[in-house]
């Protein structure tokens, strides 16, 4: 089990762990690799073929990936290339970039498509999730990725 983009396994997903663990599923709830708990450089680094390497099994001819938002389109990929898997859930997944992008605030399409040939795995550009405050969704729209009031 993994949490979505910019999650990690304490934001309430030992919850859902315990439920399937109730129901009577080994449920492993495990941070992507540059987050939380895990190891990993740099720190607050999301990508999605790495976190997809990263699934592991308990069982091999028993294994199920249960993912949330960004995690939700890892493991649909996970499960498509990986015949040990038996099952994938996936909550509200990520599975349209397009789809994404064309939702992002405009102002941050210039940023995010003008860095890319700055930043290098040591020296990475981070643009936060969310805003720090009701006022800064307000006032920078374009700051976050998640940038509205409601976010």
Do not use: C
Not at 25 to 50: I, K, M, Q, Y
Request: aromatic content about 8%.
């Amino acid at each position: 089990m993994s949490p979505g983009l910019s999650g990690i396994k304490r934001h309430f997903l030992d919850n859902f762990a315990e439920m399937f663990q109730q129901a009577g599923f080994a449920a492993v709830a495990h941070d992507h690799r540059n987050w939380g708990e895990s190891d990993g450089l740099p720190r607050h680094h999301t990508n999605h073929n790495e976190q997809i390497q990263d699934t592991h099994d308990v069982d091999p001819s028993r294994i199920a990936l249960w993912g949330s938002s960004f995690s939700g389109g890892i493991v649909l990929i996970a499960g498509a290339i990986d015949p040990r898997i038996k099952a994938v859930i996936g909550q509200v997944p990520f599975i349209s970039g397009s789809h994404v992008r064309s939702r992002l605030p405009k102002e941050l399409l210039p940023r995010i498509y003008a860095d890319r040939g700055e930043t290098t795995f040591l020296n990475p550009t981070y643009i936060p999730t969310f805003p720090e405050s009701l006022e800064e969704a307000r006032a920078q729209p374009g700051k976050a990725i998640m940038s509205t009031e409601e976010s």
